[in-house]
């Protein structure tokens, strides 16, 4: 049971501008209105971090790894499970590698 | 943005993967615990080195979790009519699933304030323990790369990507996303190219949005 003072500065830090994030649109709108343009961009942002996330994963990517990200993607859009889907890409990879290893042949 | 997480194993997946990149069981629960926002949670994992780079975290977290500002907009002509000491301690309970509840209980005239924080509360707990659970199941198993749990946060981070993707109006802002990324990436150290692209995302979202 450990706790590294740097480690609990990061955790600090990313604890207050998350609640800064949660409060901040509330108190916000007491002075301003949201515009059209601002939420469009705000609305974009999750979809957007994941494919700046993924890029360089995907691209730097081996055979296992290809294997586990389409195993990832047929059961998201078949089971829209994200845990699921998890789960296949890494029984993909752990099959990849077993078989470019050898034992399972 | 209704993210159906799959709660409980949601929180254990998060607890494994923490452990995998060497947090301690205090240090992954105190994380569940003050941020209590799974997406970004799983970014930090996915950016974290050995002392860690504070600024960077903070920097990446504010923008995966900007979108919490617009949840705060859209429930303050309910949350307005309560006092300060009872809207601000709830808003901390705010996620994705129980924010989208709280909206539509509202609307409904159905519930009022106090249902995020009960709703709230429940998810937190749920993701709190579960946290602890995952990182104690990790540290049990192991993660023996021959099992592919090394490749379990990608999996995960992929899985969200889909489920997070809005269809044709993305398609621009993830091109913008790509190419600063890979940009980004290829010069700047850490995980910069997380933040970068986020933002040229959200950017483009803004600027081809039609009113």
Redesign the interface.
């Known amino acids: 049971m450990s706790i590294d003072p740097t480690v609990l500065a990061a955790l600090a830090a990313m604890g207050i501008v998350t609640y800064l994030t949660r409060a901040g649109g509330f108190w916000l709108m007491g002075f301003i209105a949201l515009t059209p343009r601002i939420e469009a961009g705000l609305r974009t942002i999750p979809s957007s971090v994941m494919v700046a996330l993924m890029t360089p994963l995907v691209l730097n990517a081996g055979p296992a790894e290809a294997v586990g990200y389409t195993a990832v993607l047929i059961v998201m859009l078949t089971a829209k499970s994200d845990v699921f889907a998890a789960m296949a890409g890494v029984a993909g990879v752990a099959l990849t590698r077993a078989l470019m290893s050898g034992t399972l042949s | 943005?209704p993210i159906a997480?799959?709660g409980f194993?949601?929180g254990i997946?998060f607890g494994v993967l923490a452990a995998d990149i060497g947090?301690?069981?205090?240090?992954a629960v105190?994380?569940s615990a003050?941020?209590?926002?799974g997406?970004?949670q799983l970014?930090?994992l996915?950016m974290w080195t050995n002392?860690?780079?504070?600024?960077a975290?903070?920097l990446a977290?504010?923008?995966?979790?900007?979108?919490?500002?617009?949840?705060?907009?859209?429930?303050?002509p309910w949350?307005?009519r309560l006092r300060w000491f009872q809207?601000?301690p709830s808003?901390?309970f705010?996620a994705d699933g129980t924010w989208a509840l709280t909206l539509e209980a509202l609307r409904n005239n159905r519930g009022n304030g106090a249902f995020l924080l009960g709703a709230g509360l429940l998810t937190y707990i749920e993701w709190v323990v579960s946290t602890g659970v995952g990182h104690a199941l990790g540290k049990a198993v192991g993660a023996p790369?021959?099992?592919?749990?090394d490749?379990?946060l990608?999996?995960?981070?992929?899985?969200?990507?889909?489920?997070?993707?809005?269809g044709r109006?993305?398609v621009a802002?993830?091109a913008?996303?790509?190419i600063?990324?890979?940009i980004t990436?290829s010069f700047a150290g850490a995980?910069w190219?997380?933040?970068?692209?986020?933002?040229?995302?959200?950017?483009?979202?803004?600027w081809?949005?039609v009113?």
């Open positions: 943005m997480f799959g194993g949601y997946a947090l301690s069981w205090l240090e105190l994380m003050l941020i209590f926002a997406a970004s970014v930090a996915q002392p860690p780079a504070a600024i975290l903070a977290t504010a923008v995966v979790n900007a979108r919490h500002l617009l949840y705060g907009a859209a429930i303050h949350f307005r809207s601000y808003l901390f705010m790369q021959a099992l592919g749990l490749f379990m990608a999996a995960f981070m992929s899985a969200l990507m889909v489920a997070l993707w809005r109006a993305d802002p993830a913008a996303a790509i600063v990324a890979y990436h995980q190219h997380i933040i970068a692209g986020g933002v040229a995302g959200a950017l483009v979202g803004a081809r949005h009113d």
